[in-house]
């Protein structure tokens, strides 16, 4: 259990004491800052407006990879650094961090992947095994057409000319950033969700010193010697704070998922699938019972604070895997939807956002606030020791050296991977989600056995998680509880909803609910729900129907 992990101590904690970093945000990029400037012994807090990984980095593809893609646009330092990154959180996240085969089909027909370029494809793959696939023991390989269909029945056989195969990482993003949170706490730091940045504090030399927060309606001012601004989309807004004015250097792009069942493509391993005449391509990755598919890459000029997936980038997706398929799918398959915002970097001249780099930059402002910008979720860490190294100067510590590279995060420390069976049991359930702190929840199954029944009918996660989640989790609402502690939210948005109430009811005691307020709860998570599902413009859905069960 992580000491100390609760959030009215820890917003005491920002109120009563002296930082030398303060990070706002609490993201990835913000999390994986917290975790370095604490493990190398500065005194850290963090803040985060909402929830833990609430905006983009609960939203992403969940892969930990260099990005095949990036081979492409000859970006290849990025891929090397990726694929370095992707082999550390490898090492110190082995329970949230699993290594995925990836099946690229070469389509003979109907302009996606011709035969001639075939020999192309394998150079980039040859390029990406020495960057990083050697690093993990795996190399791609070059497998026939009946092997590609034996790992997703649904292609259209006529169409698939041979594959190849490759390896890379996936994670559930919001449990990762948890993770880092925890383990930054673990290592002394104050961190709290729900506590909003209201304004900087500056000294009289006009150096910014902290920063004015507000949580349970009461201001704190929390006193750090520098700030760092990892606030994602809304690092613009952190600096206006410090500038006086919105410098815009932010080009949010905007990516969506779909979740759809699993039976409805059978992919035992992740797909990708090019879109045609876009230059992009989709990941179809299976999740459990589910498979998810996306990304889009568009601009985005909508509120930040409500990205949603439409209508057309449903037709987008579901267009490009159908083109691969023998059976469509169709709008009333998909079960759930997902839009996240990638905070790129605006640059002169650019005009589609997937051809922005996705490298990050650190920017020192006159007054000392630090601002991490761009890069992606796989090279969180790196991002993080750059921008460190930067707090570590301006406090006057460099000799406090980045140690994040060989740090195990919590429930890594003595986790064996448990071996593939036929039927995962719950014992590889809780594993992959807690590591050895999964022990912690087995005790609350022994203690009280109802807490095994599931959370939500239809998907995996069990009573007793939600009941972890309030109390060694920083979880305080049930949106909270849903979407990000457990995913129950992006695998099965419907079934989710019509379970609120009985979820609602099962977290008010541990949060000192009335009535009233359960309701509120249950209230609030449907029509955000519904929101979302008439904003894409798709039929409710009853996962039970849906899954054939």
């Known amino acids: 259990m992580t000491p100390g992990f609760d959030r009215t101590a820890m917003l005491g904690r920002l109120a009563d004491e002296p930082f030398d970093v303060l990070v706002i945000g609490g993201g990835i990029t913000g999390t994986g800052c917290a975790l370095d400037a604490a493990s190398r012994g500065l005194r850290t807090a963090l803040v985060e407006r909402d929830d833990f990984a609430s ?57 996606l992947i011709d035969r001639r370029i075939a020999r192309a494809l394998g150079v980039a793959m040859w390029m990406y095994d020495i960057a990083g696939g050697f690093r993990i023991k795996k190399k791609h390989q070059r497998i026939s057409a009946d092997e590609a269909i034996a790992h997703m029945p649904t292609l259209r056989r006529d169409n698939v000319a041979g594959s190849y195969l490759y390896y890379d990482a996936h994670a559930d993003d919001a449990r990762l950033t948890l993770c880092l949170a925890r383990t930054a706490a673990s290592h002394g730091a104050a961190v709290a969700n729900y506590t909003r940045v209201t304004g900087l504090l500056k000294d009289d030399a006009g150096m910014v010193r902290g920063a004015r927060v507000v949580a349970n309606d009461r201001e704190i001012e929390v006193r750090a010697r520098v700030v760092i601004n990892a606030a994602g989309v809304w690092a613009d807004e952190v ?10 250097s932010i ?44 990304t889009t890459d568009t601009d985005y000029d909508g509120p930040i604070d409500d990205p949603q997936c439409t209508p057309a980038d449903v037709e987008y ?50 007054t000392g606030v630090i601002t991490i910008t761009g890069g992606k979720l796989t090279t969180y860490r790196r991002m993080a020791a750059d921008t460190v190294d930067q707090a570590a100067r301006i406090v006057g510590q460099r000799r406090a050296k980045c140690r994040t590279k060989n740090l195990q995060l919590l429930g890594a420390v003595g986790f064996e991977v448990p071996p593939d069976t036929p039927e995962p049991s719950l014992h590889d359930h809780l594993a992959g989600r807690f590591g050895t702190e999964a022990a912690e929840v087995h005790e609350l199954l022994r203690a009280d056995p109802s807490l095994g029944e599931a959370l939500v009918p239809g998907l995996p996660y069990l009573r007793a998680e939600a009941i972890h989640a309030v109390r060694h989790e920083m979880a305080t609402t049930l949106d909270d509880v849903l979407s990000r502690r457990t995913r129950a939210r992006l695998l099965a948005r419907d079934a989710s909803a019509d379970a609120a109430t009985t979820v609602a009811e099962l977290l008010g005691p541990e949060l000192g609910w009335s009535a009233d307020e359960v309701a509120r709860q249950a209230a609030t998570y449907r029509a955000a729900v519904a929101h979302e599902r008439e904003s894409a413009g798709l039929p409710e859905t009853a996962l039970d129907a849906t899954l054939g069960a």
Do not use: M
């Open 55 to 111: 905006g983009t980095s609960s939203k992403s593809s969940k892969l930990v990879h260099g990005g095949i893609r990036y081979l492409q646009q000859r970006e290849f330092g990025l891929v090397y650094e990726g694929l370095r990154e992707r082999h550390i959180a490898l090492e110190n996240a082995p329970h949230l961090v699993r290594l995925l085969p990836f099946l690229i089909p070469i389509f003979a027909r109907d302009g």
């Open 317 to 366: 997706l579901l267009n490009a895997v159908n083109r691969a398929i023998v059976e469509p799918l169709t709008p009333s398959d998909v079960l759930s939807t997902w839009a996240g915002l990638r905070p790129l970097l605006r640059e002169a001249g650019s005009t589609r956002t997937a051809d922005l780099s996705r490298r990050h930059k650190v920017r020192v402002s006159e």
């Open 251 to 294: 080009r949010p792009a905007k990516g969506i998922h779909i979740t759809v069942p699993w039976e409805k493509v059978r992919n035992d391993i992740a797909a990708i699938v090019p879109v045609p005449k876009d230059r992009r391509s989709v990941f179809v990755v299976p999740w459990g019972d589910f498979t998810y598919i996306g």
């Open 239 to 248: 600096r206006a704070y410090d500038e006086g004015a919105d410098p815009e």
